[in-house]
């Protein structure tokens, strides 16, 4: 659990402000706000209270830091090489009201990704580790005249950080939001895990895509049905775990997506057991992440060693 930033950090952070900025550049602290926040438990929350911009966030970010100690800012101005997408400029911003419904949504799945976890634990004995589950830092932005990046998860001086983009695609509602928050949670994981996905998965990603290649885009997408381990598709184009561009990172990241929808489920779905890549592939994930303790009961094997739902 991070400690509360201390008040020149936790002005930068709520104000987005870029690391190393000059003085000229930085906005200037008015002497009443720095005596009070200074002092302040949380100056975070303290300097967001004062914000002109930070009305609708506030509320959502005393929950999400009472709850889950998740400190609520702002991501600085930049611009991002979005590899397929492009440049992308992305600028920080707090939630309007055509954005704030998100807000609770946030929370609800931060809630739902310890509550799992809990549960999860609880049922095998075990608990996952290092990574608490939920970042220490999240960061609100817009893409200008664009919807992607949704979102984007990265440890940066050993802090787990989400980048929220508040016009994002994919916040259509709840449920969306809560696989975003799963899926990029599992990015920050992955990273402490010293990028488990691309030594376990890459093999299995790419052995997935050359089965599907050379085929129509209808008929690469209907082969690549089965395999899939999340819904999430490129605006398009066709399931986002093997769009071009994508590798065994984002494979692993909508698995875990997949781990947070049925690991728990009565019956399980037979996504597991459907393709011996996903058998390999989910039991390359609970080993890693779960001390290979599988919360769903073992695949029937078929007379040519398939699995069998």
Known sequence: MAPPLAFEEAWDFVYGVPAGAASADRKAVAPEVRAECTISEVPALCILRKHPQGTRTLTFAEEVWRKHHVAVGQLPPEWMDGGYRGKIELKPQFAEASDARQLPWILAAMDA??????????????????????????????????????????????????????????????????????????????????????????????KILAQCSGKSATARDACLAPFAPGRTRVRGGTFYAFHGGNDAREYGAELAVRFFEEALAAPPSPWKCATAENSYAWGAFVTEFWSGKDPLPACLTSSSGVPAP
């Open 113 to 206: 990704q310890r509550t799992f976890r809990d549960a999860v634990t609880a049922k095998l004995g075990v608990a996952p580790r290092p990574f608490s589950g939920l970042p220490s830092h999240l960061r609100f932005f817009v893409s200008v005249g664009r919807t992607t990046p949704a979102a984007m998860a990265i440890v940066l001086a050993s802090t787990d950080q989400f980048y929220w983009n508040l016009h994002g695609s994919l916040h259509r509602d709840a449920k969306s939001v809560t696989e975003t928050v799963i899926h990029e949670a599992f990015h920050l994981e992955d990273d402490h895990h010293g990028g488990w996905s691309l030594r376990a998965l890459t093999a299995t990603h790419a």
